[in-house]
């Protein structure tokens, strides 16, 4: 078997590397010149050249032992680290709340009335439904835990996730919490599934695609595929960049809309409801501070949701990565507009600092201010994204697949998970 995969993100280098493993011939085409996609470290020295970095996409990735983000990043010789549980907060009513750590700290915190307190001690007890038909994520948090946690803390969390408001997504923008009610309740499928903390790799995010990449053979980057045909043999030609392939079996590993385009000519069903799928975009914002307690030992905070005005929310990379600044600085990571009408002032970056301000006063002004876009670099699952998916798949003809994060979740632990479990499900066919 002969396999190119078209995408060189984590879901194109993850699918290369189990392939690889099983013995199979793989190719690999980026279109970039850097693998990776979203999942991207890059370089942002301080004023006096010393050195630090920043994500393009997530700051961390969940794993619990055992997992399969952990045995994958054993498997690749991946030195990780883990920041610990630091403090968090929720923007809510004009101050920050504080967000424990552990569920079952939720009984004492302010986010939650007694009643709503009440309601989620309950869950355990609550019915499971069938996961059809599919439902909407804020409809599904109130009723396995109910109003008060999806009024009250799931708008926050969401958008801090997903750049989108949570009542127009549906539950599969969070895969993990169908497979959680599949236990018995959510708090049983989180105990089975072992304490999960964030852990980032040693250098940043990107030395994960970078390790995949080192390892793999067979990837070419900065090579874009033009098009797909299927021979009478039934194996398929593409071509892209002056290149020609023929192989048994082609994997898209890109975003819907990218892979819409490619299907097009050949699968219109699966091209329609792939370009059906939308995305989301957001505006970053670092900047580095003169270090303030208690916020430079702490994850951050959100903002909940319209309150904010698109100003979804602040992480602290410099507590969470701290090779990412100097030792003596503070770095901050604000994400901005999503899915969110953002108020006019949050277009000029003293509009930004002014609300940094009055969520913590105490803020200094900024000693270096870095901006940058991730345009639609969040797939943004709404009601009926389960619908599309399916029919995607069924249209596909044979020796085509499409892998990607718009399919097995947004998260890389999503998405390692995803690939696993598609890659068992290939070796029962």
Same mark, same amino acid.
């Given at each position: 078997?002969?396999?190119?995969?078209?995408?060189?993100?984590?879901?194109?280098?993850?699918?290369?590397?189990?392939?690889?493993?099983?013995?199979?011939?793989?190719?690999?085409?980026?279109?970039?010149?850097?693998?990776?996609?979203?999942?991207?470290?890059?370089?942002?020295?301080?004023?006096?050249?010393?050195?630090?970095?920043?994500?393009?996409?997530?700051?961390?990735?969940?794993?619990?032992?055992?997992?399969?983000?952990?045995?994958?990043?054993?498997?690749?010789?991946?030195?990780?680290?883990?920041?610990?549980?630091?403090?968090?907060?929720?923007?809510?009513?004009?101050?920050?709340?504080?967000? &424990?750590?552990?569920?079952?700290?939720?009984?004492?915190?302010?986010?939650?009335?007694?009643?709503?307190?009440?309601?989620?001690?309950?869950?355990?007890?609550?019915? !499971?439904?069938?996961?059809?038909?599919?439902?909407?994520?804020?409809?599904?948090?109130?009723?396995?835990?109910?109003?008060?946690?999806?009024?009250?803390?799931?708008?926050?969390?969401?958008?801090?996730?997903?750049?989108?408001?949570?009542?127009?997504?549906?539950?599969?923008?969070?895969?993990?919490?169908?497979?959680?009610?599949?236990?018995?309740?959510?708090?049983?499928?989180?105990?089975?599934?072992?304490?999960?903390?964030?852990?980032?790799?040693?250098?940043?995010?990107?030395?994960? &695609?970078?390790?995949?990449?080192?390892?793999?053979?067979?990837?070419?980057?900065?090579?874009?595929?033009?098009?797909?045909?299927?021979?009478?043999?039934?194996?398929?030609?593409?071509?892209?960049?002056?290149?020609?392939?023929?192989?048994?079996?082609?994997?898209?590993?890109?975003?819907?809309?990218?892979?819409?385009?490619?299907?097009?000519?050949?699968?219109?069903?699966?091209?329609?409801?792939?370009?059906?799928?939308?995305?989301?975009?957001?505006?970053?914002?670092?900047?580095?501070?003169?270090?303030?307690?208690?916020?430079?030992?702490?994850?951050?905070?959100?903002?909940?949701?319209?309150?904010?005005?698109?100003?979804?929310?602040?992480?602290?990379?410099?507590?969470?990565?701290?090779?990412?600044?100097?030792?003596?600085?503070?770095?901050?990571?604000?994400?901005?507009?999503?899915?969110?009408?953002?108020?006019?002032?949050?277009?000029?970056?003293?509009?930004?600092?002014?609300?940094?301000?009055?969520?913590?006063?105490?803020?200094?002004?900024?000693?270096?201010?870095?901006?940058?876009?991730?345009?639609?670099?969040?797939?943004?699952?709404?009601?009926?994204?389960?619908?599309?998916?399916?029919?995607?798949?069924?249209?596909?003809?044979?020796?085509?697949?499409? !892998?990607?994060?718009?399919?097995?979740?947004?998260?890389?632990?999503?998405?390692?998970?995803?690939?696993?479990?598609?890659?068992?499900?290939?070796?029962?066919?």
């Amino acid at each position: 078997m002969t396999t190119l995969i078209l995408g060189g993100g984590v879901s194109g280098l993850v699918t290369a590397w189990h392939l690889q493993r099983g013995g199979e011939t793989v190719e690999l085409w980026e279109a970039q010149d850097s693998v990776g996609g979203w999942v991207h470290t890059l370089p942002w020295p301080d004023v006096e050249g010393r050195s630090g970095h920043i994500e393009r996409g997530p700051q961390g990735v969940l794993s619990a032992p055992g997992s399969a983000v952990d045995r994958l990043f054993k498997e690749l010789d991946l030195e990780v680290r883990s920041p610990g549980h630091g403090a968090r907060w929720v923007g809510m009513g004009g101050t920050l709340i504080p967000v &424990p750590t552990a569920p079952a700290a939720l009984l004492f915190s302010r986010l939650l009335t007694f009643s709503a307190k009440f309601r989620m001690m309950m869950e355990p007890f609550i019915p !499971i439904r069938s996961p059809e038909p599919e439902e909407n994520l804020s409809a599904f948090v109130a009723r396995r835990l109910g109003r008060g946690v999806a009024e009250n803390l799931l708008p926050a969390m969401v958008a801090g996730i997903l750049a989108a408001p949570a009542e127009s997504l549906s539950v599969d923008a969070l895969p993990k919490l169908l497979s959680w009610e599949a236990k018995g309740s959510l708090f049983q499928g989180m105990r089975s599934g072992g304490s999960s903390a964030l852990v980032v790799p040693k250098g940043g995010m990107g030395a994960f &695609p970078k390790r995949l990449s080192e390892r793999l053979s067979g990837v070419q980057t900065g090579l874009r595929a033009e098009g797909l045909e299927q021979l009478e043999s039934g194996r398929w030609r593409v071509w892209g960049g002056g290149e020609l392939r023929e192989v048994d079996r082609v994997l898209l590993a890109l975003p819907a809309y990218e892979a819409s385009v490619l299907l097009g000519p050949i699968a219109p069903q699966s091209a329609e409801a792939l370009a059906a799928i939308p995305y989301t975009s957001v505006r970053l914002r670092h900047s580095r501070h003169t270090r303030l307690a208690p916020l430079d030992d702490s994850f951050g905070f959100l903002v909940h949701p319209p309150e904010g005005h698109g100003f979804l929310g602040a992480l602290v990379p410099s507590w969470i990565d701290p090779d990412s600044a100097p030792a003596d600085l503070m770095q901050l990571r604000v994400f901005l507009g999503g899915a969110f009408e953002m108020d006019s002032s949050l277009s000029e970056s003293a509009g930004v600092q002014q609300v940094l301000r009055s969520w913590v006063p105490a803020l200094g002004e900024p000693l270096q201010v870095r901006e940058e876009l991730a345009d639609r670099a969040i797939p943004r699952p709404e009601m009926g994204h389960r619908g599309h998916v399916q029919a995607a798949l069924a249209g596909l003809p044979k020796g085509i697949d499409w !892998i990607s994060n718009a399919r097995f979740g947004p998260g890389v632990r999503d998405v390692v998970e995803g690939v696993e479990a598609w890659m068992n499900h290939q070796d029962t066919k």
